[in-house]
Protein backbone atom coordinates (compact mmCIF):
# COMPACT_ATOMS: atom_id res chain seq x y z
CA UNK A 1 0.00 0.00 0.00
CA UNK A 2 2.98 2.30 0.94
CA UNK A 3 4.70 1.86 -2.83
CA UNK A 4 1.20 2.49 -4.54
CA UNK A 5 0.66 5.66 -2.52
CA UNK A 6 4.05 7.42 -2.81
CA UNK A 7 3.55 6.14 -6.53
CA UNK A 8 0.16 7.93 -7.01
CA UNK A 9 1.80 11.08 -4.69
CA UNK A 10 4.33 11.16 -7.59
CA UNK A 11 2.22 11.21 -10.27
CA UNK A 12 0.14 13.83 -8.65
CA UNK A 13 3.71 16.00 -8.04
CA UNK A 14 4.76 15.52 -11.80
CA UNK A 15 1.25 16.22 -13.29
CA UNK A 16 1.34 19.43 -10.88
CA UNK A 17 4.52 20.53 -12.61
CA UNK A 18 3.35 19.79 -16.29
CA UNK A 19 0.01 21.80 -15.23
CA UNK A 20 2.02 24.46 -14.28
CA UNK A 21 4.08 24.71 -17.23
CA UNK A 22 0.83 24.49 -18.91
CA UNK A 23 -0.82 27.28 -16.83
CA UNK A 24 2.04 29.13 -17.77
CA UNK A 25 1.87 29.32 -21.38
CA UNK A 26 -1.85 29.91 -21.46
CA UNK A 27 -2.62 32.83 -19.12
CA UNK A 28 -3.20 35.81 -21.16
CA UNK A 29 -1.43 38.63 -18.93
CA UNK A 30 -2.70 41.65 -19.29
CA UNK A 31 0.14 44.96 -19.40
CA UNK A 32 0.73 48.35 -18.06
CA UNK A 33 1.30 51.18 -20.57
CA UNK A 34 3.91 53.32 -19.28
CA UNK A 35 2.87 57.05 -19.99
CA UNK A 36 5.02 59.90 -20.15
CA UNK A 37 4.63 61.10 -17.08
CA UNK A 38 6.15 57.75 -15.96
CA UNK A 39 2.38 56.69 -14.63
CA UNK A 40 1.18 52.97 -15.39
CA UNK A 41 -1.87 52.46 -16.80
CA UNK A 42 -3.76 50.13 -17.53
CA UNK A 43 -7.15 49.01 -20.37
CA UNK A 44 -10.63 48.32 -18.65
CA UNK A 45 -10.52 45.02 -20.85
CA UNK A 46 -6.93 44.79 -19.19
CA UNK A 47 -8.34 45.18 -15.57
CA UNK A 48 -10.88 42.32 -16.28
CA UNK A 49 -8.26 39.88 -17.47
CA UNK A 50 -5.93 40.54 -14.37
CA UNK A 51 -8.34 37.34 -12.89
CA UNK A 52 -7.51 35.29 -16.46
CA UNK A 53 -4.23 33.29 -14.19
CA UNK A 54 -6.94 32.08 -11.70
CA UNK A 55 -9.36 30.92 -14.38
CA UNK A 56 -6.88 28.91 -16.27
CA UNK A 57 -5.76 27.63 -13.34
CA UNK A 58 -8.70 26.85 -12.28
CA UNK A 59 -9.94 25.16 -15.65
CA UNK A 60 -6.92 22.98 -15.88
CA UNK A 61 -7.36 21.71 -11.67
CA UNK A 62 -11.08 20.31 -12.93
CA UNK A 63 -9.36 18.43 -15.39
CA UNK A 64 -6.43 17.23 -13.67
CA UNK A 65 -8.36 17.00 -10.31
CA UNK A 66 -11.12 14.71 -11.45
CA UNK A 67 -8.56 12.50 -13.13
CA UNK A 68 -6.82 12.47 -9.71
CA UNK A 69 -10.06 11.73 -8.40
CA UNK A 70 -10.76 8.89 -10.82
CA UNK A 71 -7.28 7.06 -10.25
CA UNK A 72 -7.10 7.38 -6.34
CA UNK A 73 -10.53 5.74 -6.81
CA UNK A 74 -8.95 3.01 -9.18
CA UNK A 75 -6.54 2.14 -6.64
CA UNK A 76 -7.63 2.73 -3.41
CA UNK A 77 -11.05 2.13 -3.90
CA UNK A 78 -10.98 -1.15 -1.18
CA UNK A 79 -9.14 0.63 1.36
CA UNK A 80 -12.34 2.72 2.52
CA UNK A 81 -12.12 5.70 3.86
CA UNK A 82 -8.51 6.38 2.55
CA UNK A 83 -9.28 6.75 -0.72
CA UNK A 84 -11.04 10.28 0.17
CA UNK A 85 -7.54 11.21 2.27
CA UNK A 86 -5.81 10.63 -0.90
CA UNK A 87 -8.25 11.96 -3.39
CA UNK A 88 -7.56 14.97 -1.46
CA UNK A 89 -3.75 14.80 -0.97
CA UNK A 90 -2.86 14.24 -4.17
CA UNK A 91 -4.73 17.33 -6.18
CA UNK A 92 -3.98 19.24 -3.24
CA UNK A 93 0.41 18.24 -3.99
CA UNK A 94 -0.91 19.12 -7.60
CA UNK A 95 -1.92 22.67 -7.63
CA UNK A 96 0.73 23.79 -5.16
CA UNK A 97 3.84 22.15 -7.89
CA UNK A 98 1.05 23.83 -10.54
CA UNK A 99 1.37 27.59 -8.71
CA UNK A 100 5.03 27.11 -7.88
CA UNK A 101 5.97 25.75 -11.44
CA UNK A 102 3.89 28.37 -12.77
CA UNK A 103 5.39 31.29 -10.35
CA UNK A 104 8.98 30.11 -11.65
CA UNK A 105 8.36 30.25 -15.41
CA UNK A 106 5.89 32.96 -14.86
CA UNK A 107 7.08 36.89 -15.01
CA UNK A 108 7.75 38.57 -11.61
CA UNK A 109 9.06 41.37 -9.96
CA UNK A 110 6.44 43.35 -11.21
CA UNK A 111 7.47 46.39 -9.23
CA UNK A 112 11.14 46.35 -10.60
CA UNK A 113 9.95 45.76 -13.98
CA UNK A 114 7.81 49.19 -13.82
CA UNK A 115 10.25 51.23 -12.20
CA UNK A 116 12.73 50.70 -14.90
CA UNK A 117 10.33 50.51 -17.73
CA UNK A 118 10.62 53.64 -19.73
CA UNK A 119 7.37 55.96 -21.47
CA UNK A 120 5.71 53.84 -24.15
CA UNK A 121 6.64 50.52 -22.55
CA UNK A 122 4.49 47.89 -21.69
CA UNK A 123 4.85 45.59 -18.47
CA UNK A 124 2.83 42.33 -17.85
CA UNK A 125 1.72 41.61 -14.61
CA UNK A 126 3.37 38.67 -13.19
CA UNK A 127 1.65 35.32 -13.01
CA UNK A 128 -0.24 34.63 -9.72
CA UNK A 129 -3.50 33.38 -8.29
CA UNK A 130 -5.11 36.15 -6.11
CA UNK A 131 -7.05 33.64 -4.00
CA UNK A 132 -6.72 30.06 -2.80
CA UNK A 133 -10.09 29.51 -4.50
CA UNK A 134 -8.74 27.85 -7.42
CA UNK A 135 -6.45 25.80 -5.10
CA UNK A 136 -9.79 24.15 -3.66
CA UNK A 137 -11.08 23.82 -7.09
CA UNK A 138 -8.36 20.73 -7.57
CA UNK A 139 -9.52 19.19 -4.55
CA UNK A 140 -13.10 19.49 -4.92
CA UNK A 141 -12.94 18.64 -8.62
CA UNK A 142 -11.14 15.16 -7.32
CA UNK A 143 -13.46 14.46 -4.96
CA UNK A 144 -16.61 14.72 -6.48
CA UNK A 145 -15.79 11.53 -8.70
CA UNK A 146 -14.85 9.45 -5.68
CA UNK A 147 -18.39 10.29 -4.37
CA UNK A 148 -20.04 9.99 -7.22
CA UNK A 149 -18.48 6.43 -8.11
CA UNK A 150 -18.89 5.64 -4.62
CA UNK A 151 -22.83 6.44 -4.44
CA UNK A 152 -23.27 4.81 -7.63
CA UNK A 153 -21.48 1.54 -5.90
CA UNK A 154 -22.23 1.65 -2.86
CA UNK A 155 -23.14 -1.71 -2.19
CA UNK A 156 -20.63 -3.51 -4.22
CA UNK A 157 -18.56 -6.26 -2.66
CA UNK A 158 -15.19 -4.63 -1.81
CA UNK A 159 -12.12 -5.93 -4.32
CA UNK A 160 -11.13 -9.91 -2.78
CA UNK A 161 -14.47 -10.13 -0.95
Do not use: N
Not at 79 to 89: D, E
Amino acid sequence: MLRVTALYLFIAAVAGALAGMLWSLATDLPSYTIGTDGSASISERGLTSVFSADAVYSLIGLVLGAGLGLLAWRWFCGRGAVVVALAMAGPLMASLCCWWIGLLLGPDSFPTRVSSAKAGDTVQIDLALHTWTPVMVWVLAALLPVLVISLIRWDAPADGD
